[in-house]
């Protein structure tokens, strides 16, 4: 399969702004969505819409049907059980939910949390009001200066009051994939859990958690080409059946008495409410698109672009690029194909408001990693994210149209 | 001095010149660039204007019955916008800022031109200008 042939899934791409052909590099803040996943939303909402898991009425149980394959899908494509997945509106959702519940399972005063500093607000903040509730410690696991997590001083820093570990799989700015493997042995090896923020490496390789061997993996549809709105938290089963419920009401429960409530077993113990019965099916088509990209063809496309960039962006005079990769505490930290960089003597801001207007969408400021930001001493970078569906010509454009934006802002 | 509606009409017919948009980034880049400097020690956390994603302080000074805004801002294209308020709210007395209606910032096509984000600065601004001048009549 050719780039050309990948593109015509995504009507997006077709789209002008300000009469020009719209460059999206904007993946890692949400992709684009395939016709694939656009029908399938469709199609649930024009012909199946009903609310799951209650009615016995035909409608009601195809869309039961649809949900449960999903969860099913999800499950076979990150080799765990579908009993393990649990659907919530995204990563920040599921990151809350792992944070409250498991914080009431396991974590009382005194005990400890390490986040990593790399961490995008979502995997952070909720950390720091668990901590703040249950009276815990909240600890830091550094970044280096060239963005590669110190993971030589984990091992140390765990002590016997450290009940989970969090880190991102790939940091939504440095674009570094973490170890995430070995970081699991150093988390076991020492008597605590992991947690893994995946909402960039669900997208950029193929996650397989049995391997991985962590304890919770958090990510979102919406960066994986599904329907915005859905998510998922995976959890070891027997950790999930420990862990009291996030949300009351709906279908998560037993049987419901005034003298008290017991729960429906895991998953549906953490899905309160009525779910996202047209979102959360369009995971299937989204991941038989993640598949589809697993493409030799399609695959030497975006190496190409992110050695490009590697060596073209740190060219440019007063460009510094955040996150290199390379080896680093016996570790290989590989980049994904997202590049966050400042210029020296250039406000982020007035460079992502002239590649606007020159039809590239990029991100500019903190991307919700303000202790990140303060990391590196600025107040806010660049971001360019691709996707597959991302040309070499796209690259060459983005980055023609950076030097002028550059000398417009210098001259 | 001219009178304000006389300097918003100018700025207005000044910015419709440019037919691309780039051009109109240029020419708020050169107003930036051009913009008086401001003092370091004026800017504080009190003068910040909440809402922009880079930093923008206003300071205002009351003299001879009149309001002086001086303002400067981290970002080049902010501190172009930030230079045209000044342009045509500075130096008048409070009660004819706060009886204006704005309006001419419509009539720029600015808003809808610019990011969410930077609209809101924009926003943010023009109501910082307007509390001030109220709160000076």
């Known amino acids: 399969m050719d780039v050309q042939e990948l593109r015509k899934e995504f009507t997006q791409l077709d789209e002008k702004v300000y009469g020009k052909p719209l460059v999206y590099l904007d993946n890692a803040a949400t992709s684009l969505r395939p016709r694939g996943v656009v029908s399938k939303w469709v199609e649930l909402s024009e012909r199946y819409s009903a609310n799951i898991h209650r009615a016995v009425h035909h409608i009601s149980s195809i869309a039961t049907e649809e949900y449960e394959h999903a969860r099913e899908t999800v499950a076979a494509y990150l080799n765990v059980s579908p009993g393990e997945v649990v659907f919530t509106s995204g990563t920040t959702a599921s990151v809350n939910l792992a944070a409250f519940s498991f914080g009431e399972a396991f974590v009382g005063e005194g005990d400890e949390i390490i986040v990593s500093e790399s961490e995008h607000h979502s995997d952070l903040v909720p950390w720091q009001m668990m901590c703040e509730r249950k009276r815990a410690v909240l600890k830091v696991l550094e970044v280096d200066e060239e963005g590669r997590l110190r993971i030589d001083e984990l091992g140390s820093m765990i002590s016997r009051r450290t009940k989970l570990v969090c880190v991102t799989h790939v940091s939504n700015v440095l674009g570094l994939v973490n170890p995430i493997k070995a970081i699991a042995e150093i988390c076991h090896s020492h008597g605590c859990r992991l947690l893994v923020d995946g909402a960039q490496g669900a997208v950029h390789g193929h996650p397989d958690l049995k391997d991985l061997d962590c304890d919770f993996y958090a990510f979102s549809g919406h960066k994986m080409y599904a329907a915005p709105g859905t998510g998922v938290l995976y959890g070891k089963k027997e950790l999930l059946d420990a862990m009291p419920p996030y949300m009351g009401g709906g279908e998560m429960v037993g049987s419901v008495k005034w003298s008290g409530t017991t729960y429906a077993p895991v998953p549906l113990k953490f899905e309160a409410g009525t779910q996202n019965f047209a979102g959360a099916p369009t995971m299937v088509p989204a991941i038989r698109m993640l598949e589809l990209m697993e493409d030799a063809e399609i695959e030497r496309n975006i190496d190409e672009i992110t050695a490009y960039l590697l060596e073209e962006l740190p060219k440019i005079p007063g460009l510094r690029l955040y996150g290199i990769p390379g080896e680093a505490y016996g570790q290989d930290f590989r980049k994904i194909p997202l590049f966050s960089f400042s210029v020296e003597h250039c406000h982020h801001e007035d460079l992502a408001l002239i590649l606007d207007k020159m039809g590239i969408a990029l991100r500019s400021g903190q991307m919700c990693a303000e202790p990140l930001m303060d990391r590196f001493g600025v107040t806010g970078m660049l971001r360019a994210s691709f996707a597959p569906y991302n040309t070499m010509e796209e690259t060459g454009y983005f980055l023609s149209s950076l030097k002028k934006a550059i000398k417009m802002l210098e001259a | ?137």
């Open chain 2, 1 to 137: 001095m001219k009178t304000l509606k006389e300097r918003q009409d100018e700025l207005v017919e000044e910015f419709s010149m440019f037919d691309d948009w780039l051009d109109k980034y240029e020419y708020l880049i050169d107003l930036g660039k051009n913009l008086e400097p401001f003092p370091e020690e004026l800017k504080t956390d009190d003068r910040l204007i909440k809402g922009c994603q880079s930093r923008v302080w206003l300071d205002a000074e009351a003299k001879d019955g009149a309001i002086v805004f001086r303002a400067d801002s981290d970002a080049i294209i902010t501190k172009g916008i930030i230079s045209m308020l000044i342009s045509v709210y500075s130096g008048r007395r409070a009660e004819e800022i706060a009886g204006d209606d704005f309006s001419f910032v419509d009539r720029l096509g600015l808003k809808e031109n610019l990011s969410p984000t930077r609209a809101n600065g924009l926003v943010s601004m023009l109501e910082t200008i307007r509390n001030i001048a109220q709160n000076n009549r």
